[in-house]
């Protein structure tokens, strides 16, 4: 290339092949402002996030841990997360305000939902003019969701309605959704395995689509590449780094193109049922399966799980309850009440130490991808007797990448906004977040 061409590069400037064009970066040999952006190493493993709520509160005389720090000892409900102890945090202090009334009345269930992973105040309607606010999954995928095949997946144990009125004046989608893309739009979740898993990995057949495709993919710098090479031998050596830089940049880029465009060769066989299992625990155990293959394949990192609903009312016979969790819930005192409630406050708590075990079981490199990840389990109701929405049930398993202080009971002062966490869990997702909902600051974790 001559310096006569040379000096026609401009910020538009493209390399051409067969049929496609490449953008070149911004060079010092444009005569333009501006620098190229330094690249970094990425780390050895991604970080993951899963969020999963259970609904209706808990009996929190039987879910706080006694002591603090380093020496707390687990309280009852805990006691089947013994092996996990020090790959978790148990959190206290923690308040979701916008779960509260506010002057909005009665409704406190599906605000519970809507206010869980938001941190803001749902429009009190039944109608089509929902409006609550960006949940904090969405702000982490909006930002580093096209590293994965999915920017996140959201999956569920009941179906829900969409629309109507389920709690108090407040539409069906505040107490069916944790997840939302926008103030306006929920993400709706999965209650499918099978659906669930498809949408991760494809059916056959659609995989066999994807497939040929990528035989018949070629790299586009393959096709710029004589060019390429012209446009380097024409710019200064400072340039010429830039250029190297961006090619390989580039070609990462189409690496995680082809990443997204096909099946993973080594997914783990699930057994998965046509329909939507008929016992509780086998559905629970076969979202947590999913969602441990979602993260050990890297087709998203980004996650939300609802054992429930909120307000839900099913029954658990597993452990002998069989009164509805919601009218359970309003206890009253009632000693019978109260204990019931706890028996199923421990075996949900049970069931998410089956999808810590299979974390931590799950070899990555030299780590696993418990330490990797970062898992919440709670709601924004703590007592559902009077529905209170401070000193939530929150538990943060996983060690975020080595970037967490787990082994303690931390409690913060009250009413310190649950949404101060999820700035932290952002900045550890490499998504930073200068505001989330009603938060005042970056949670220390």
């Known amino acids: 290339m001559s310096r006569t061409l040379l000096n026609r590069l401009n910020r538009r400037t493209v390399l051409r092949g067969v049929g496609t064009g490449l953008a070149l970066p911004l060079l010092e040999s444009m005569k333009l402002p501006g620098v190229l952006a330094a690249t970094t190493a990425a780390p050895a493993a991604p970080v993951r996030m899963a969020c999963i709520f259970v609904a209706n509160g808990a009996i929190m005389d039987k879910w706080k841990p006694t002591g603090e720090g380093k020496e707390y000892q687990l309280s009852p409900t805990l006691e089947p997360l013994a092996a996990f102890r020090e790959d978790m945090l148990v959190l206290g202090g923690l308040t979701q305000n916008h779960a509260r009334a506010n002057g909005d009345g009665a409704g406190d269930h599906a605000r519970n939902a809507s206010a869980y992973l938001t941190g803001a105040q749902p429009r009190k309607t039944s109608g089509a003019d929902i409006s609550v606010g960006q949940s904090i999954d969405q702000a982490v995928a909006e930002r580093i969701g096209y590293l994965t095949r999915l920017p996140s997946i959201e999956l569920g144990i009941d179906r829900g309605r969409k ?132 993260f050990q394949t890297d087709s998203t990192r980004v996650a939300t799980l609802m054992i429930a609903d909120a307000g839900s009312n099913r029954t658990y016979p597993e452990v002998d309850v069989r009164d509805g969790h919601h009218e359970l819930s309003h206890h009253q005192n009632d000693a019978e009440k109260m204990d019931k409630i706890a028996r199923v406050d421990q075996y949900l708590i049970q069931r998410f130490g089956y999808f810590l075990d299979k974390l931590k079981s799950t070899q990555e490199g030299d780590s696993n991808l418990l330490n990797n990840s970062m898992i919440l389990y709670g709601s924004a109701i703590s007592d559902a007797n009077r529905h209170t929405h401070d000193d939530l049930p929150i538990i943060l398993a996983g060690h975020g990448g080595g970037t967490i202080q787990t082994g303690q009971y931390v409690t913060h002062p009250n009413e310190t906004p649950l949404n101060n966490l999820f700035l932290a869990m952002a900045d550890r997702m490499g998504a930073k977040l200068d505001k989330l909902g009603d938060s005042k600051g970056v949670l220390e974790i």
């Open 163 to 294: 629309a109507g009125s389920c709690d108090s004046g407040y539409s069906c989608a505040y107490s069916s959704n944790i997840s939302w893309k926008s103030a306006t739009t929920p993400t709706f979740k999965e209650v499918n395995p099978r659906s669930a898993f498809e949408r991760l990995f494809g059916s056959p057949e659609t995989a066999a689509d994807m497939e040929r495709r990528i035989r018949n993919r070629r790299s586009i710098l393959d096709f710029v590449s004589e060019d390429a090479k012209r446009v380097r031998q024409a710019v200064s050596g400072a340039d010429q780094r830039k250029l190297d830089e961006y090619f390989e940049s580039v070609r990462d880029i189409e690496a995680r193109i082809a990443r997204a465009s096909t099946v993973p060769q080594e997914i783990p066989e699930l057994n998965l049922p046509e329909g939507v299992p008929s016992e509780l625990a086998e559905h629970i155990q076969l979202m947590f399966d999913i969602l441990l293959v979602a």
